[in-house]
């Protein structure tokens, strides 16, 4: 979550730093990953994710009345912030009601699975198979 943050330049909360949980998801809080336990499981929990899910279609998509919402190529939903007119039509059609209004930016925010961040050292996949290929 802390590289997510730092990437997007999100406020980092104190709370966050001392507990290392997120409860809600928020405008600058994209990602929530938490220990779920269970009181039958004694040997600890299970973590639970939750964020975007990049769904095949989209209910957001469809609802955004100015076309802020785009599915890309590679799968990503991401929302462009600078058409963006805040009316939250895509949290209203979310079944996770993942997107989230900042409050501050007067737009609606959610993952966008950083489409864009490139790879560091990112070797093509052709190229890679060639390299590790035993012939």
């Given at each position: 979550?802390?590289?997510?943050?730092?990437?997007?330049?999100l406020k980092v909360d104190r709370d966050e730093l001392l507990t290392d949980r997120n409860t809600d998801l928020s405008g600058n809080n994209w990602v929530i990953v938490n220990l779920r336990t269970d009181s039958r499981n004694r040997e600890g929990g299970a973590y639970h994710h939750?964020?975007?899910?990049?769904?095949?279609?989209?209910?957001?998509?469809?609802?955004?009345?100015?076309?802020?919402?785009?599915?890309?190529?590679?799968?990503?939903?991401?929302?462009?912030?600078?058409?963006?007119?805040?009316?939250?039509?895509?949290?209203q059609s979310c079944p996770w009601k993942v997107p989230q209004f900042d409050f501050k930016k007067r737009v609606t925010r959610k993952c966008h699975l950083?489409?864009?961040?490139?790879?560091?050292?990112?070797?093509?996949?052709?190229?890679?198979?060639?390299?590790?290929?035993?012939?």
């Open positions: 979550m802390s590289a997510c943050k730092q990437w997007n330049k939750w964020t975007c899910q990049h769904c095949r279609q989209p209910a957001c998509v469809g609802a955004c009345p100015v076309s802020a919402i785009t599915k890309l190529s590679g799968g990503q939903v991401v929302i462009n912030e600078s058409k963006c007119i805040g009316c939250r039509y895509c949290y950083c489409y864009d961040k490139k790879p560091i050292n990112y070797v093509k996949p052709a190229l890679a198979i060639r390299r590790l290929s035993r012939s």
